[in-house]
């Protein structure tokens, strides 16, 4: 269960979320993507398909979450948030737990899912990170981006005590440039903060992203041999190489009772 915030919008979350799972379903991963920014849903968009209902219709009580999820044409599983919906937008904290243990009913075999958030630390946006085994926080190489990466960490490491935090530096020059940014802040966290924080892979600056955003198909699909596809696919890999998540944070989880299963028990033990 992996989380995509940023703090500052139009970082690349989205952008990021879909090709990602994109790139790890084609490594043969089961993957569902939950766009849960939930009042200007748009990885519908990106994806070149259109979701009938969304997380408005599970609130209302209309329908239930598997009834709104749909397979995109390029065969991901999504599930979407409304576009344009103020209420959405100012969800509370209870309201996305309700939401989230939604999930434990839904009959699906996944292996990865992938929540893309809003921009921004609202209460809606630190819980559905809290429901993650992991935060990827998506950045870029400008100073209004970099202090708001950092203050999203420093919320979720030191007011909400998470862990598996790590940095994607996006629309970056070159590969060092965006391991040079981790370093950067990695090193303000170590002076100011609790904790450190992990780094997984960097995106370079690609216009095919946006020739594909355009043409409303995914990069993955639109461009598979461009630079930002190479690049997704290594963040892909190096997902999958990061070390297992042995622990719950301890508040409301996606698939919990799943993940929580009496083997998974006595291996925790
Ligand atoms: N690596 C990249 N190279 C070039 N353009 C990029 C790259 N990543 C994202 N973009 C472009 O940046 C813009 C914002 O991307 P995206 O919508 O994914 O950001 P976001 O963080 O989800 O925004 P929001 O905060 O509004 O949800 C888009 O036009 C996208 O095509
Ligand atoms: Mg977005």
């Not at 766009?35 to 009580?61: K, M």
């Not at 948030?81 to 243990?101: D, F, I, P, W």
């Not at 075999?109 to 958030?117: K, N």
């Not at 892909?236 to 083997?263: C, M, N, Y």
Request: glycine residues 6%; contains cysteine.
């Amino acid at each position: 269960m992996i989380g995509i915030a940023s703090g500052k919008g139009g970082t690349g979350k989205t952008t990021v979320a879909v090709n990602l799972a994109l790139a790890l379903q084609e490594k043969g991963f089961r993957v569902m993507l939950f766009d849960a920014d939930l009042g200007l849903a748009n990885a519908p968009i990106l994806l070149g398909t259109r979701c009938p209902f969304n997380i408005s219709h599970v609130l209302s009580g209309e329908k239930t979450l598997s009834d709104i999820v749909v397979t995109t044409p390029q065969k991901l599983r999504l599930i979407s948030g409304a576009s344009g919906n103020q209420a959405l937008a100012g969800l509370m904290t209870l309201e996305v737990t309700r939401l989230v243990q939604a999930f434990s009913d839904l009959h699906e075999d996944l292996d990865y899912l992938i929540v893309d958030t809003a921009a921004g630390i609202a209460p809606s946006v630190l819980a559905l990170m809290a429901a993650c085994h992991r935060r990827f926080i998506v950045m870029r190489n400008d100073p209004l981006s970099i202090a708001d990466a950092y203050g999203t960490v420093k919320v979720l490491l030191e007011d909400l005590h998470m862990d598996q935090i790590y940095l994607i530096p996006n629309a970056v020059k070159n590969k060092r440039v965006g391991e040079e940014l981790f370093q950067r802040i990695n090193r303000v966290c170590a002076q100011h903060l609790t904790h450190t924080i992990d780094y997984v892979a960097s995106i370079e600056l690609d216009d095919s992203i946006q020739d594909a955003n355009s043409h409303l198909q995914p990069l993955m699909m639109f461009a598979p041999s461009s630079q930002g596809a190479k690049d997704f696919r290594l963040l892909a890999q190096a997902v999958t190489e990061l070390p297992a998540v042995d622990h719950l944070s301890g508040g409301v989880q996606f698939f919990a009772r799943r993940w929580l299963t009496p083997h998974r028990l006595r291996e925790l033990h």
